[in-house]
């Protein structure tokens, strides 16, 4: 790793906890309002939503698009809240930051170089996920290619590996969080609903991130999760979402974090 010059300089102050949520695919404007108005009661500052998802298929839903990224945008002027949304092309970087405070780069797009070399000459934050078969080295070289173009502002994500292991979604490595804060003071958060792909699992990892050092979470939450039209199977309701906020709250205490 002896090239991670910036990554390893960055002098960062210790930030807030990161909990964003919300669904994986903004679905409609009755559905990203419901859930935003949800989370908002909770205290929640960051909504998640896509508006344009990379899916396996290109058969499934594609996200809304434009007109998902217009959803946000009022969204975010009725709620107050930030909004959190990916961008997979450099040519909708404008379009995004529309709408976005912080932009999302998805786990299939952590090598796409010119993509993290247009963010880089941004100034929004940069929330970067893990690629789905990156080493640590690799995923601190993708943070590296932003911040070589000036933008700082980067949140590292840990969302799980793949492994042998067919029980479970994707392997969450929670040993990558204090691994990389040895390595930099660039703010990582743990994201259980990709990282296990099963609901029950959501609250014990979401515990056991804090526990290892992460920065926040990032957990999609849905007001009808049998009918999202992605990863429903990953998606807590509003009942499942009020427990996993009273149960991490003694682990959010222990650690002096607050969000
Ligand atoms: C998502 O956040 O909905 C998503 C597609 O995540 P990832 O890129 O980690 O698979
Ligand atoms: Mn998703």
Redesign the pocket.
């Known amino acids: 790793m002896k090239d991670l010059k910036l990554v390893k300089q960055y002098k960062g102050n210790t930030p807030n906890f990161f909990l964003i949520a919300g669904p994986?695919?903004v679905e409609s404007e009755e559905q990203i309002l419901e859930i935003a108005k949800f989370l908002k009661q909770k205290g929640i500052k960051y909504l998640?939503g896509?508006a344009f998802?990379?899916?396996t298929s290109p058969y499934s839903f594609q996200g809304l698009q434009e007109q998902g990224t217009e959803l946000l945008k009022k969204v975010k002027n009725q709620t107050g809240l930030k909004i959190v949304t990916?961008v997979m092309d450099t040519k909708d970087i404008d379009l995004i930051s529309s709408c976005a405070d912080i932009l999302?780069?998805?786990?299939?797009?952590?090598h796409n170089f010119s993509l993290l070399k247009e963010l880089g000459k941004t100034k929004k934050p940069i929330l970067l996920?893990?690629g789905?078969a990156a080493t640590i080295e690799e995923f601190l070289y993708a943070a590296e290619y932003i911040l070589k173009e000036g933008n700082q502002n980067i949140i590292l994500?840990e969302?799980?590996i793949r492994t042998f292991e067919t029980s479970t979604r994707?392997t969450l490595d929670l040993s990558a969080i204090p691994l990389i804060k040895s390595i930099t003071k660039l703010p990582i958060i743990a994201?259980p609903?990709?990282?296990t792909g099963v609901k029950n699992l959501i609250i014990p990892m979401s515990k056991a991130a804090i526990a290892a050092g992460a920065d926040g979470l990032?957990i999609?939450v849905h007001n009808n999760p049998q009918e999202a039209l992605?990863?429903k199977d990953q998606s807590l309701n509003f009942q499942e979402f009020s427990l996993l906020l009273k149960e991490i709250d003694p682990y959010l205490k222990l650690n002096n974090k607050n969000f």
């Open positions: 994986c695919s998640r896509g998802k990379p899916r990916e999302q780069v998805g786990a299939r797009n952590m996920k893990r789905l994500c969302r799980g994707n994201d609903s990709h990282g990032i999609e992605s990863d």
